[in-house]
């Protein structure tokens, strides 16, 4: 029996121990009527063999795409070492860890990660993962709420953070009588303006969100807008993606007090695409927030023998102790990410990351050149940004992104459907995976298509 | 101890091979001076990270390492009731980190991703016809999430319908603590039903309970206290007949799957612990998944996105076009795919009567140790009762003889090179031991986890110290921790490394 | 650097406690004119981004084929767990395993290996790996020429045994005046028969090889062969397909005494393809030759305190304390190959290889039956068969394989090239793998192809 | 200690997810009723294969639980000398198990095999360029086999030329043991020659020994004592003018990489330990590749397949045809492929810098080492001479002093958390110690070794028996094996399970 070690006579031996005749005996207590009679209308069995072939050619089934598409999710080298140790079975197999002496390995790493994490972000202290990055942000305006009962259940939330999370947000929010107030993006900068928020200003909100870069992959002005939450009373939730804390300012930093939360996506660091997830969310915070941070958290504790160790630590803040007054009800939450974020972190060393993040930005702008050499594409906003561009086309986007699939190119994502304003525009990335022969490439080809539609 | 990563560290050592070397003109100027654009310089990081430098060797050295000093299910016994701690199959692995899957982005056109979607596809038909639902939707991330899923289509339901009294969610004083906190997430208050002395809900209890403001009872059969809830029907009834619906938490499918599905039993909602029932690892933490499935009532309001499929075989996202009353979006891109190709290959090895197996084998094992045990002197918590995939034993006597608890029991199975069952949950039983040994152990494990408990009851009466100091000696390299003290964690926290 | 740790001030601290001043003079006693100046031409060192890339590319440069080949490497399940856990670092980077206390785990595993293989075999004892099955012949025979000093240094090689293996037992033992007979085959059953063996009745032989399933995939008269060659004094070397062993009989019990030595290529236990290696060698051999056998041997003990334990034993017959006497000059073998080996015959067990070589049996004929129904193709052999058939094709050969791997078929291989009687003839295999989809797809395309000669 | 699987079976346990399920009909019958052939009754087994019964999850804990047992390069520092234990780059283990490469037969055609003879191509070439030789093929499976293609050539270049009376190989008495093994197999008498107090070949005794039946020297170089053969082309000349030829054992290639090449010191063959200097795994023993360069003179007798590429760029395998004269096949088919892959990616990512470097940081690594041990009160075996990658300690005064030996030392160092060095070779020096640190540890790590070293001269002088008991205290889960008694292993040799 796959993955059943009792033969029948080990069946029969511990039948006999509890004194039954049938293993249908031990059911005995469920209604009969609840019993389901035959077999599932499940597939046959398949042996591992006849499943690594069907699992095989549905791999394969769809071609492999040279990857210009960023939006969230990020194609980056990911070192070998990275998943060839964090999918070791002592990582791979074993539970949160509880029982903290035995389950020291799973925890240091966390212990490591929290202090990693910390570092690049500027943050005070860190949590050890949420699912990814929208529900991380989901979970920062809840505690923002929690943070400022004196403020109104109120954030003001930029169009310029990724659509997807927003929706999340709307999702997480719902039952919650908390008002997400959308401010518009400035249509030249593509970014947040301090003008624009002005209308707020009178009013009470518990926290306003910038996200840096934002889904333009435009740089808001954080400093500005830092300070002016700070100056009506409201937290900053930076919203961030970490692999381009390499090279731009740590959320810490922001303005003259700094975010107060920092959350996002970890995917970039070191979690493959995987055609969406897992991937994980991360939060941190200033140390006065700490009791109100979600999620789990390791700490450094010394054992009988005074030696150091790690424990969970905080545990009062969480759904198994604290139940309905918890501050999330997550449980489970992405731990391997962290483990293999850790190894990427570790791997590739400050100036590793800060190379990474250059060479990044270098060849989104390289990219940029080539294709506004194209006549008729333009960059669709002003400001400096970092590894991610909005282009207007002059074409038809989803016919090309459909022709550039054919040609095996995976050409960014249209905005329209996201943001009905913006017609025959396109969201482009170029990480440092892309060589100068694939931007060619891309160029190349975008000309040769666009061409063919006149 | 193994040293810190930052102990390990050393000024401008650099694993440089993991440099990308770019390509383009002076990488370091051109990120200040964007092509035609404002220079970048204000946003530019002062400092740089202060991270470890530790070369690839020492980082392949630590982590291994490290990874050493886990109990894990790949080296160790793992009880831990409501965990359903079986073995992750390393095909699932295998199959699942294929490029043709990793290295696919998740805004690839449907067109070009057919292969990881029809895989999707079945596993939400498979897992339609494992829990007796409708319709399933994938996306959320575990179970928690699942819960949340759930609660947040209950509460949409009674809107869309325009009644909008139903603000309680009736949840057992047994349940897991996730579902009060889900309640109180999606705006419910919550309200407790007892438990009675049987571990079966207590009825007057609950019909005490529901009425017009019941949006719900949120219920895990069987229940968190390893028995099964014999008058189900009848609850199902009762909270159906107040206008309520019922949401299964499915952490305990494990005792069932195959055999009794939770449709049947009159659920609305379910959640699918991928990494419990259908063996997708655990990761010390996760990732898993908490598909949701739903009877026909909640359908419209699932998340999205789901996997549909059209006539002529092609597989595509359902989204809020199809879904124009769903609660929503719940995850960036599609959930955690990785882990769903895993329980897909999972459920294809085992098939119906592989899963029908899994129940039966998951529940004589939990009677069989049951018995062993109760044999050996140890109290069950629910004696009269056969148990399920699980079942709970009480140190009450015990500690009231000795002086140790269930805690030093567990800290002392370690010692003996077993990882501990759940303690202290349920909170209902005092000094319980929550213990799930999963159908994929074998007999000989289960007798030596036994001798184990009675060699441990032995030195509680002669020498109880030694458990309240356990563990003494877990066998991991270099000799394990001793009791770590979580007290001094709590009150002086030290989370990261100082800079 | 890649792979070196040391910084730019650990490399002066550490030339300051030398006293030098830099890192060339620790090269001063080589002679000047030996220093090669400049850089060699070596191609510029890639990124690990880049060498991904590259190897990426090269490794799906070549489509896969539907594989029907076997000719002495197999396509079998392997698995998933075998290479997962194989690849342990503990495991991949461990030396050979001189210091016992410290690889226990390796040295477990080898007792192991030794043990389950002496099972399959019916071998008294096994050792610890040789490079290949053509090399663990020459050695077989170069074991048996000392185990009979008694005897001429002459052995009776088979021509069914596979061409290859008998270049390298030339190649192995050109300098060391051992006559190697070919015996040639019966071309009606394509086996070796005692009476073309008569010839060599009167003179001494130390071994005669007999290989189970030969080149052909054809059964040899093992019981009759071994005790003609022990009635005449010699030894049996018996050469085999470890997994062929699931189900026909063990060296151990050919004819009345048993083959004396076994050996062969252990690649069908869980080791890939890979293009031709690392596969790994086996051999084992009844107890009175031991002290002959080559290549190194774990042996179980016990430790100070009486608790068992592993070493590496009978060192006395290697290179590193015998030198020019030692039985064989191998130093580093194939041990890792052994760890997968191990791990295929603990996952699989006695059913699961029975019924893995039931299966490759059962597909083989069904395969015979369905190219046999196709005019003009005939098998060449009247005998039995395992897993492996020579066929008669009415067509180039050669062509035809060509025109079969354009269709994406690795359609056998043609026996022409090693054996110039047998024109237009090819050598089928088809494993457990080979679905009946499979099957039935080669029957078809070849039938086409075939019709397309005419 | 770890339970053998003989001990974790149970009969009739089976993991029949791996059995096959043949689609045939009745496998069974079948296999015993061929296709219209007489019956395979006669030739079946009688008996099943006494093969252990195990769970794929008890599989699995064991061989997790054994590797832990290891000590490796993943683990601990292994400064084995002449081993050159160095770290393994996890990418080329990931690049070279892709499916692309592992699925592939051996023989498939080469139109259908242009990726992986591309890399092995160019293998050749850079093999070629890092040791000054004409030629290179792959196909020897270690370094042993490396030995035997270059000695074979030797026989077959004096052969060719008629020169039938050269049945001599000359070989130091500080060389390796596959040296005289490999000649001996080769047909060849050994002759000794002497080595100097300061570890240089005896020139005098080189040129007593050489003459018209000499064929050939074996050297390493640096050799075996790790110093640098100052006189090499001296002795290149004598043995050239005898007629001889000259063999490079590249064992100790690492210290000289990209800095000295082989071909210029005069050398005529070489073989190159693909798992030393370019950091192929040594997998617990293998396996490895020995892959052999020649300068011109042999060319025409290097083993097949190697790879060639024809006028369009295209690859192909060069056979006896191209190569009548080759000293033939030496694997089944082309060797070890899958660690070549490997090797060609380390030579990628280092390039001709890089492997300047290794030689470079290798030979600092060793001098230092050394020295501190030498400042530390050690005796090291030549202290006149620069250490080149390698080092050797004698403890032939500690051991007069207080009767610890080598052996006890290297024992001793486990317990600290060190694999030991090679002991009692080379034997020309007494209780020696051979130190191979390798470039890729970083400083801290050699100190730390050091620190040890001293510490146990301590414990040599203060509590010797403690020494001669080690090691004690392995830091392996479960704790480790207490010191193993060799002897009795070889009186009662116990080498398998009875049945
Ligand atoms: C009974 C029960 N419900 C819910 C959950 C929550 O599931 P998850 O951890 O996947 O969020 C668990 C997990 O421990 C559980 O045991
Ligand atoms: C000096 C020397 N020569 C030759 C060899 C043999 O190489 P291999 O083990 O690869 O056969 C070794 C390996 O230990 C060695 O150290």
Request: proline fraction near 7%; charge should be negative; glycine fraction near 8%.
């Amino acid at each position: 029996m796959p993955f059943i070690p009792h033969t029948a006579s080990d069946v029969q031996e511990m039948l006999a121990v509890l004194g039954v005749e049938s293993l249908e005996t031990l059911f005995e207590e469920v209604p009969t009527e609840l019993t389901w009679a035959g077999p599932l209308d499940l597939p046959p069995p398949l042996s591992e063999m006849a499943l690594a072939r069907l699992m095989r050619e549905r791999a394969a089934q769809d071609a492999p795409l040279l990857c210009f598409t960023g939006a969230g999710a990020y194609e980056h080298h990911i070192p070998a070492a990275v998943w060839e140790l964090a999918t070791r079975g002592e990582f791979y197999s074993a539970y949160t860890p509880y029982q903290a002496e035995a389950s020291q390995g799973t925890l240091q790493v966390l212990y490591e990660y929290q202090s990693m994490m910390a570092a690049l972000l500027g943050m005070d202290v860190v949590n050890a993962s949420l699912y990814d990055g929208a529900t991380a942000l989901g979970e920062a305006i809840l505690m923002a709420i929690r943070a400022k009962p004196e403020c109104a259940r109120r954030v003001l939330l930029p169009t310029t953070v990724h659509p997807h999370y927003r929706q999340v947000v709307e999702s997480m929010l719902r039952g919650l009588e908390i008002e997400v107030v959308s401010v518009p993006y400035c249509t030249e900068g593509g970014h947040t303006v301090p003008e624009v928020l002005s209308q707020w200003e009178s009013r009470s909100f518990a926290a306003l969100v910038i996200p840096q870069p934002n889904f333009f992959g435009i740089l808001e002005e954080i400093h500005t807008l830092t300070d002016w939450a700070h100056a009506r009373g409201g937290l900053l939730i930076g919203l961030v993606n970490p692999l381009s804390l390499g090279m731009l300012q740590p959320p810490g930093q922001w303005g003259r007090q700094g975010a107060d939360i920092a959350c996002g996506d970890g995917q970039p660091l070191g979690i493959p695409l995987s055609s969406g997830g897992p991937y994980f969310g991360f939060m941190g915070c200033k140390q006065a927030y700490l009791r109100q941070l979600p999620g789990r958290i390791a700490g450094r504790t010394i054992d009988k023998k005074g030696e150091p160790g790690f424990v969970l630590t905080m545990q009062a803040r969480e759904q198994h102790i604290r139940r309905a007054k918890a501050t999330s009800n997550i449980c489970t939450n992405q731990g391997l990410m962290t483990v293999a974020a850790t190894l990427y972190l570790a791997l590739l060393g400050p100036q590793g990351l800060r190379r990474t993040a250059e060479a990044c930005h270098a060849h989104t702008v390289a990219l940029a050149e080539r294709v506004c050499a194209i006549p008729g594409v333009t960059l669709l906003f002003h400001r400096p940004y970092f590894h991610e561009i909005a282009l207007r086309i002059p074409a038809s986007v989803p016919r090309l992104l459909t022709r550039l699939e054919q040609q095996g190119i995976g050409g960014g994502v249209a905005l329209a459907p996201l943001y009905a304003e913006l017609e025959d525009t396109l969201l482009l990335c170029a990480t440092e995976a892309r060589t100068r022969e694939d931007c060619d490439h891309f160029a190349r080809t975008l000309a040769t298509l666009l061409a063919e539609e006149h | 101890m193994e040293p810190l990563l930052f102990d390990l560290s050393r000024a401008h050592r650099q694993n440089s091979h993991h440099d990308p070397a770019s390509w383009a003109e002076d990488a370091g100027a051109v990120s200040q001076e964007g092509a035609g654009t404002p220079p970048l310089q204000p946003f530019l990081r002062q400092q740089a990270v202060p991270l470890p430098e530790v070369s690839e060797l020492e980082v392949v050295r630590h982590f291994t390492r490290l990874s050493q000093r886990n109990f894990s299910v790949d080296t160790h016994f793992y009880p831990l009731g409501s965990c359903t701690m079986k073995y992750n199959p390393r095909i699932c692995n295998t199959v699942a980190m294929q490029a043709g899957f990793l290295h696919r982005h998740p805004l690839t056109s449907t067109s070009q991703s057919q292969g990881v979607l029809a895989c999707l596809y079945e596993l939400q038909e498979m897992l339609c016809t494992l829990t007796g639902m409708t319709a399933v939707s994938l996306t959320p991330m575990a179970g928690a999430q699942g819960e949340f899923a759930g609660v947040a289509m209950i509460r949409a339901y009674h809107q869309a319908r325009g009644d909008r009294q139903r603000t309680e969610m009736l949840i057992p004083d047994a349940a897991h603590g996730t579902n009060p906190a889900t309640a109180a997430l999606c705006g419910f208050t919550v309200r407790e039903i007892a438990t009675d002395a049987q571990g079966d809900l207590t009825l007057t209890a609950l019909q005490a309970a529901v009425g017009p403001r019941t949006a719900g009872l949120m219920l895990t059969n069987p229940s968190t206290l390893g028995v099964f809830e014999r008058r189900i029907t009848e609850i199902a009834r009762i909270v159906h007949d107040a206008g309520g619906l019922l949401y299964y938490d499915g952490a305990n499918l494990n005792a069932i799957a195959g055999r009794i599905r939770p449709g049947d039993m009159g659920f609305d909602a379910i959640h699918i612990n991928v990494h419990k029932t259908l063996a997708t690892p655990h990761g010390g933490g996760g990732p898993g998944a908490g598909p949701v499935g739903v009877g026909e009532r909640l359908r419209p309001f699932l998340p999205i996105p789901m996997v549909g499929r059209d006539g002529h075989g092609t597989y595509h996202w359902l989204t809020t076009t199809e879904f124009p009353q769903s609660i929503g979006r719940l995850s960036t891109f599609h959930g955690n795919i990785g882990v769903l190709l895993r329980a897909y290959a999972y459920l294809r090895l085992t098939g119906a009567q592989g899963m029908r197996r899994v129940a039966d084998y998951a529940t004589l094992n939990a009677n069989y140790l049951m018995a062993r045990l109760a044999q050996a002197g140890f109290q069950t918590a629910f004696p009269a009762r056969r148990a399920t995939h699980e079942f709970i034993i009480t140190l009450k006597g015990e500690a009231q003889q000795w002086g140790v608890t269930a805690l030093d029991f567990a800290k002392r199975l370690l010692d003996y090179g077993f990882y501990a069952p759940t303690v202290y949950f349920p909170m209902l039983v005092p000094e319980c031991l929550l213990i799930e040994p999963t159908e994929t152990e074998s007999r000989e494990t289960l007798d030596r986890f036994v001798e184990a408990m009675v060699a441990i009851r032995q030195e509680a009466m002669q020498d109880p110290q030694r458990l309240r100091e356990a563990p003494h000696a877990i066998p991991v390299p270099g000799g394990g921790t001793s009791r770590l003290d979580d007290t001094q964690a709590a009150r002086k926290p030290d989370l990261r490394m100082p800079l």
